[in-house]
């Protein structure tokens, strides 16, 4: 995975451009994701699949984050904060699934050197993922406006709405500031399907050896045990 976007600050920058990269075709991971030559069939059954790909990269990204809290160096506060967030990968998960989202891919995933033995390397990984989550959502309310479905537009806005809210508390826990930097958020992608490529060019869709981490059925009940934090469970 590039070095690059283990940088302490410009963390957007730094992934505009590396998403950029993914665009052009240029390759920074490993192997394909097998949507990444299908983007011209973005129907909302196509969609909400790759959506529930970066679910589950969520749910393994911040249930690993917790149980290597200590390592990270973040503070009880943090971890409740996260705790919330991944409750609310979880659920969306769940909704995805109902809503029709097959598996087309489901781990293992990968993570830059750093992220979750660093505070900053934690906290810039945060900030890029959360930021390809919140472009592709975007992507997801075109496309399914295109498509007639206001029932999966609704979906799609929810939850990139909360994915935008959980970039600013990465952003927080990696003392960006300010933490919220944006007046509007940026459109980066033309498709969902451009997400699954964005994604795999970032390396997270590529694991290694010693650099490999499953969604589990384990990770999404942990997940779910959270759920008392939140005050908002459904669409």
Not at 58 to 73: C, D, L, W
Not at 94 to 101: E, P, S, V
Not at 102 to 107: A, C, H, Q, S, W
């Amino acid at each position: 995975m590039d070095n690059e976007i283990l940088e302490t600050s410009g963390s957007r920058r730094i992934f505009l451009k590396t998403a950029a990269l993914a665009g052009a075709g240029v390759a920074l991971g490993g192997a394909a994701f097998p949507l990444a030559a299908h983007a011209a069939t973005d129907d909302p059954p196509t969609i909400i699949s790759v959506a529930l790909v970066a679910e589950y990269l969520a749910v393994t990204f911040q249930t690993n984050a917790i149980a290597n809290a200590t390592a990270i160096g973040l503070t009880q506060a943090e971890v409740t904060t996260i705790q919330g967030v991944v409750a609310a990968e979880a659920i969306h998960v769940d909704y995805l699934k109902a809503y029709g989202a097959r598996d087309i891919y489901t781990g293992p995933f990968a993570f830059p050197a750093g992220t979750f033995t660093t505070r900053n390397g934690y906290a810039t990984t945060a900030v890029i993922l959360e930021t390809a989550f919140v472009t592709a959502y975007m992507a997801a309310v075109r496309e399914f406006a295109a498509d007639a479905r206001a029932d999966l537009a609704q979906l799609a806005y929810q939850i990139g709405a909360v994915e935008a809210e959980h970039r600013a508390l990465s952003r927080a826990v990696g003392n960006y500031l300010p933490y919220a930097d944006l007046a509007f958020e940026t459109n980066l992608i033309p498709n969902v399907a451009a997400a699954a490529t964005v994604l795999t060019n970032l390396g997270f869709l590529s694991p290694t050896a010693g650099n490999s981490y499953a969604y589990t059925a384990a990770n999404q009940n942990q997940a779910m045990s959270y759920i008392g934090l939140l005050t908002q469970t459904t669409p």
